[in-house]
């Protein structure tokens, strides 16, 4: 993977840094009020950018442990667009790619996309929005097919925890791993220390005293991820987040192929929202037990 700059016309590409933060979200804002308003769908208005704020941590944490992967393209010192995967064991999930709209159409998203691959991984994962056909179409012709949606629930949710509703326990990095393993295919301990550290509470579910989920809730990103040994252990876990969650608006996204999780949403009474779109590279199996953290990291 290349480490140094090279540029293409104007624009050069180079490895991302911490000090480019502010710029990536220039470029995101940009984009996404340029798409948005060419669809007819409402977005932001935007806060200004927070270096302590959710975008700024959760970018701050692809660049700490999978830097390799995070790319800027830039024309006379200004960032025109960025990159940004994760890696996993052998699966390689797609974060961001972002264009500044004055500068799309030239190939700048195709060459940061090739940057950000992982030749090496024997499986890749991608969540675009539903109304962005350029991106999907992009991801189609390196083989990451849109499979599922990933559907979007908003509201205060009016649910009980059920009559055999899951124990809280503390979380064990061991207990977590072989969930994840379950749930994902591959180990998030890189990942776990982030969650705890942005959410509120973190909360290990036990089945008749053995750990069957885990979810993470309040702080800075709300409900998410929610991940479970099966289907069913994930949609228990979820339900007793939403049970405790009566009198707080929440959002979560939650895969289409994941069944038993969107029950819970939709019995819990929460609406929908705007639906992205989940990409699997083929052989890689659809999530039925897990609900994720974000478009960012899954």
Same mark, same amino acid.
């Given at each position: ?160 925890? &059920?009559?055999? *509703?899951?124990?809280?326990? @503390?979380? #064990?990095?061991?207990? $977590? /791993? =072989?969930?994840?393993? %379950? ?40 409900? &998410?991820?929610? *991940?479970?040994?099966?289907? @069913?252990? #994930?949609?228990?876990? $979820? /339900? =007793?987040?939403?049970? %405790? ?54």
């Amino acid at each position: 993977m290349p480490r140094v700059a090279e540029s293409t016309g104007t624009v050069e590409f180079r490895a991302a840094a911490d000090a480019d933060l502010e710029g990536e979200y220039a470029v995101f804002v940009a984009a996404q009020q340029e798409l948005h308003s060419r669809r007819g769908a409402a977005w932001g208005p935007a806060p200004p950018f927070d270096p302590a704020g959710r975008w700024a941590q959760v970018h701050r944490h692809l660049l700490t442990h999978d830097g390799r992967h995070s790319f800027v393209a830039e024309d006379g010192g200004r960032v025109v667009g960025f990159t940004a995967a994760l890696t996993r064991g052998e699966c390689w999930f797609f974060s961001a790619l972002f264009i500044d709209p004055a500068y799309q159409g030239q190939g700048i998203g195709s060459r940061l996309l090739s940057l950000a691959w992982n030749p090496e991984a024997r499986h890749r994962i991608t969540i675009t929005e539903a109304i962005q056909p350029v991106s999907t179409g992009l991801y189609a012709r390196r083989g990451l097919l849109p499979l599922a949606p990933v559907l979007g629930f908003a509201g205060r949710p009016a649910i009980t925890p &059920g009559e055999h *509703a899951l124990k809280p326990a @503390a979380p #064990a990095p061991a207990v $977590l /791993r =072989a969930i994840d393993l %379950a749930a994902y295919g591959f180990d998030r301990a890189a990942d776990h220390e982030f969650w705890a550290r942005t959410s509120a509470q973190a909360t290990l579910w036990t089945r008749d005293g053995k750990p069957c989920a885990y979810s993470y809730s309040g702080g800075l990103f709300g409900i &998410g991820p929610v *991940a479970g040994l099966d289907p @069913a252990s #994930a949609a228990q876990a $979820l /339900r =007793a987040e939403l049970a %405790a969650s009566a009198d707080t608006d929440i959002q979560i996204d939650i895969p289409g192929t994941a069944t038993s999780l969107t029950q819970i949403a939709i019995q819990a009474g929460l609406r929908l929202t705007d639906p992205g779109l989940l990409l699997l590279s083929p052989g890689q199996p659809p999530p039925t037990s897990y609900a994720i953290h974000s478009y960012w990291l899954l």
